[in-house]
């Protein structure tokens, strides 16, 4: 969520196959995030940290990526890896992310501070897959103003997790995309009780 990561990861409403060669076993599994740099892979397969594998994968119908890999890290069964891309690769790459966000099948959260109010921005699909962000940066950093100017794509999730930022912790809602506006001037200050989603985050104590 910083904006000084050298490049945006972004994660997946719905995660992509992946199909990944190592150790001369072929196996699928999915596609947890991605950034121009790496990517966080899910895989019953065995990947050893310090080793390249091979990855193969489309996101959403994007064209076809093969590329080499070498993991960096390990949590049970999910591991974080860095490309070993060249030019044509990490254009195919940047292609994938960009199409993903634009449709809204993808999302990036990072926090920036304007003139001493700590911003949280979203770009892309803006839905319950954000809500351990929302809680995060609500109740852990204090977030001042929500920057929705990239979001692409909102559901009723998206628009009760901005609802609480709101109702229950005070944040305003600065820049937003033409397809937020539509869908908060439609549902945002509606009286009925905020969306499921939402209600899990932690409130404010009182």
Same mark, same amino acid.
């Given at each position: 969520?910083?904006?000084?990561? %050298?490049?945006?990861?972004?994660?997946?409403?719905?995660?992509?196959?992946?199909?990944?060669?190592?150790?001369?076993?072929?196996? +699928?599994? +999915?596609?947890?995030?991605?950034?121009? !740099?790496?990517?966080?892979?899910?895989?019953?397969?065995? $990947?050893?940290?310090?080793?390249?594998?091979?990855?193969?994968?489309?996101?959403?119908?994007?064209?076809?990526?093969?590329?080499?890999?070498?993991?960096?890290? %390990?949590?049970?069964?999910?591991?974080?890896?860095?490309?070993?891309?060249?030019?044509?690769?990490?254009?195919?790459?940047?292609?994938?992310?960009?199409?993903?966000?634009?449709?809204?099948?993808?999302?990036?959260?990072?926090?920036? @501070?304007?003139?001493?109010?700590?911003?949280?921005?979203?770009?892309?699909?803006?839905?319950? +897959?954000?809500?351990?962000?929302?809680?995060?940066? $609500?109740?852990?950093?204090?977030?001042?103003?929500?920057? $929705? !100017?990239?979001?692409?794509?909102?559901?009723?999730?998206?628009?009760?997790?901005?609802?609480?930022?709101?109702?229950?912790?005070?944040?305003?809602?600065? +820049?937003?995309?033409?397809?937020?506006?539509?869908?908060?001037?439609? %549902?945002?200050?509606?009286?009925?009780?905020?969306?499921?989603?939402? @209600?899990?985050?932690?409130?404010?104590? !009182?």
């Amino acid at each position: 969520m910083h904006e000084q990561r %050298r490049h945006q990861r972004i994660r997946f409403g719905i995660q992509p196959p992946i199909k990944i060669g190592f150790a001369g076993e072929s196996k +699928t599994g +999915t596609l947890e995030n991605l950034s121009l !740099s790496g990517l966080m892979v899910r895989t019953v397969l065995p $990947l050893e940290v310090g080793k390249t594998f091979g990855c193969e994968f489309s996101v959403f119908g994007s064209t076809r990526i093969d590329v080499a890999a070498v993991t960096v890290s %390990r949590i049970g069964d999910l591991f974080g890896a860095r490309f070993q891309s060249g030019p044509i690769s990490e254009l195919l790459i940047k292609d994938a992310i960009d199409g993903a966000l634009a449709s809204g099948r993808a999302s990036v959260v990072n926090m920036h @501070q304007v003139e001493g109010r700590k911003v949280l921005r979203v770009a892309g699909g803006l839905n319950a +897959t954000l809500a351990n962000d929302f809680d995060y940066s $609500l109740n852990k950093i204090g977030i001042d103003e929500l920057d $929705l !100017s990239g979001v692409t794509k909102v559901d009723l999730d998206g628009i009760g997790l901005c609802r609480l930022a709101v109702q229950a912790f005070g944040v305003t809602i600065g +820049t937003l995309s033409d397809c937020f506006a539509e869908a908060w001037n439609s %549902r945002g200050d509606a009286a009925e009780p905020i969306t499921p989603i939402a @209600q899990l985050l932690t409130r404010p104590a !009182s």
